[in-house]
T-cell receptor, first 113, second 111 residues
């Protein structure tokens, strides 16, 4: 594909609801990453996938956050029982392999009311 | 673990002024270093990178040199334009394959 795509681009939800964020990486990229960018802050690493496996989940903020990847392609980040502090832009990136240059998607802007 | 520290913004310059955004890092070994840019309303884009000591990354008139002795990767441009207004992020890889980002430096260029 042309680049990393993410959907939805914007999501407004009520506190306590579950949300799913989707990432389509660049075709052929084996590594996929999720980051969070809170307003006025830097990027916070959440989780990465090598193929369909996530070797390190320590960056996920709480057990309300989970992620999966299937077919070494699409990934979904799920946030259960959303809280207002979850409001942020969630960025996905992919790279040809681990340690290679990461290319970012446009992000999903999540607002929890 | 790895970390990245960059100068705080916002930085405001007049068009054609010289730009330096400082970035220093701590790391195990010698990871690749990156500058990413985020233009208003857009996603994060790779601006330039350097993969080993003394390498110079360059793109769109921007340059940064990987300085092992000072653990720095300062971003420079000789003559900024209004279109360079954006937030700039310095980053390095840690051993686990994660990109570690600085806090970002907002640049505003006035005509």
């Amino acid at each position: 594909g042309a680049g990393v795509s993410q959907s939805p681009s914007n999501k407004v939800t009520e506190k306590g609801k579950d949300v799913e964020l989707r990432c389509d990486p660049i075709s052929g990229h084996t590594a996929l990453y999720w980051y969070r960018q809170r307003l006025g802050q830097g990027l916070e690493f959440l989780i990465y996938f090598q193929g369909n496996s996530a070797p390190d989940k320590s960056g996920l903020p709480s057990d309300r956050f989970s992620a999966e990847r299937t077919g070494e392609s699409v990934s979904t980040l799920t946030i259960q029982r959303t809280q207002q502090e979850d409001s942020a832009v969630y960025l996905c990136a992919s790279s040809l392999a681990m340690g290679e240059t990461q290319y970012f998607g446009p992000g999903t802007r999540l607002l929890v009311l | 673990g790895n970390s990245v520290t960059q100068m705080e913004g916002p930085v405001t310059l007049s068009e054609e002024a010289f730009l330096t955004i400082n970035c220093t890092y701590t790391a195990t070994g010698y990871p690749s270093l990156f500058w990413y840019v985020q233009y208003p309303g857009e996603g994060l884009q790779l601006l330039l990178k350097a993969t080993k000591a003394d390498d110079k990354g360059s793109n769109k008139g921007f340059e940064a040199t990987y300085r092992k002795e000072t653990t720095s990767f300062h971003l420079e441009k000789g003559s900024v334009q209004v279109s360079d207004s954006a937030v700039y992020f310095c980053a390095n890889y840690n051993q686990g394959g994660k990109l570690i980002f600085g806090q970002g430096t907002e640049l505003s260029v006035k005509p």
